[in-house]
């Protein structure tokens, strides 16, 4: 178990740092229906982590993630390709962030944020959480991690507990803070958000460079293995 859980610290702590998720929450807790869509919204992020999390781990179990113990090959062929993706990511991040004086561009949907519905925060939880290429990219990573260990279904179901736990981490702390601090917590969240709207690229091209080098690295040590 020890080994499963260990290969996806890295990938849980690169999802629960992603900002535009935690904007979101800290928008969504400003609205009338802050309570049930706070809430709502770290549902839909914990399903759509786990599903999507599970989908993959049973697809690499099912291809022979694990040989005799080791990792498969095509394991080490497909972090190589992970790595190389998210290498690409934190250059196009990294280009993107903003200059200097200028206003961070965020998505178009957060300006919609006030009709949001319980319903409607949990189903883009879902979208940003598991269905966004950055996080997706982690999400399989993480899931052939574990697959490639060859431990036992409940180890590797462990592990996945854990990868969705650390990846939930992020967006909770918002719906924390709002319950825990009350009237104190808009001036928190609202810091929280200024902050994190401005480093958005940066902590982006950061978290995906350092995990891209750390699959590039274990891939060509499985494959040279």
């Given at each position: 178990m020890g080994d499963a859980v260990g290969q996806v610290l890295s990938f849980g702590v690169g999802v629960a740092l992603s900002p535009i998720p935690i904007i979101g929450v800290v928008l969504m807790l400003g609205t009338p229906q802050a309570r049930a869509n706070g809430l709502a919204f770290i549902a839909g992020w914990i399903f759509g982590l786990a599903v999507v999390g599970a989908i993959v781990l049973?697809?690499?179990s099912g291809a022979?993630?694990?040989?005799?113990?080791?990792?498969?090959?095509?394991v080490g062929i497909v972090k190589l390709a992970l790595g190389v993706l998210l290498g690409i990511v934190a250059v196009r991040q990294w280009h993107a962030r903003p200059r200097a004086?200028?206003?961070p561009k965020l998505p178009a949907w957060m300006k919609a944020i006030d009709t949001f519905t319980p319903l409607k925060a949990a189903a883009m939880a879902v979208v940003l959480s598991a269905?966004?290429?950055?996080n997706l990219l982690l999400v399989v990573g993480a899931a052939a991690a574990i697959a490639q260990t060859g431990a036992s279904t409940v180890d590797q179901a462990v592990a996945l507990a854990v990868f969705v736990l650390l990846g939930t981490i992020g967006p909770a702390i918002?719906?924390?803070i709002y319950?825990?601090?009350?009237e104190r917590a808009a001036a928190v969240l609202e810091g929280m958000r200024g902050w994190m709207a401005r480093e958005n690229a940066t902590i982006m091209a950061v978290l995906c460079l350092v995990i891209g080098a750390k699959l590039i690295g274990d891939a060509i040590s499985g494959l040279a293995a």
């Open positions: 049973l697809a690499a022979g993630a694990s040989d005799s113990g080791a990792p498969a090959d095509w004086g200028t206003e269905v966004n290429p950055k918002p719906v924390a319950f825990l601090l009350r």
